[in-house]
């Protein structure tokens, strides 16, 4: 998958979902092509992004994944819908925070998606390779520090007592 396909396609995907409710009669031109522009503004800075960092083929398709590509379009279409509500009544302060939100959501979201994807290509194990016995033993602790901080968020931090700590249970008892 080359970079030119890539902002070819996304530039497709973003015009098609804005073009939508256009379409409709939801949204007007004008405010079509300001979601257009802020909606493509954070996939642009993704390609000129991995063309400075010279992403191969094969990182490129994971540091830029299909969901990139397709949320920058949706926060289009929902974005264009807003910015002509907004552009109808500009002194409504409830339509300018949604529309704030909707814009930082928007390139935000684009852009966190793809600093995960560029974590995971350029991670030891994306390349096609057997990994040393040391590497292997540094991404299962990754990968334990990673679950164990979803844990924690998810569902708290669990204080052992001393006593469980020593039967090597989780201490609940029925």
Do not use: C, H
């Not at 995907?13 to 031109?29: I, W, Y």
């Not at 992403?55 to 002509?84: H, M, Q, Y």
């Amino acid at each position: 998958m080359k970079l030119k396909k890539v902002a070819a396609v996304s530039f497709a995907f973003t015009a098609l979902f804005v073009a939508m409710p256009v379409a409709v009669g939801r949204a007007s031109p004008a405010s079509a092509a300001l979601a257009f522009a802020i909606a493509a503004a954070p996939v642009a800075v993704i390609l000129s992004d991995a063309a400075r960092r010279g992403l191969t083929d094969k990182k490129l398709e994971k540091a830029v994944n299909p969901s990139v590509v397709i949320f920058s379009g949706f926060w289009a279409r929902l974005l264009a819908e807003s910015l002509d509500m907004w552009l109808r009544d500009p002194l409504d302060i409830y339509l300018t925070l949604l529309n704030a939100a909707a814009v930082v959501s928007a390139v935000g979201s684009t852009l966190m998606l793809y600093r995960i994807g560029l974590r995971e290509a350029e991670a030891p194990e994306a390349e096609e390779r057997e990994l040393t016995p040391e590497e292997r033993y540094a991404l299962r602790e990754r990968m334990q520090r990673r679950i164990n901080r979803w844990r924690v968020a998810a569902f708290g931090r669990i204080y052992l007592t001393p006593r469980a700590r020593r039967r090597g249970d989780s201490g609940d008892r029925d």
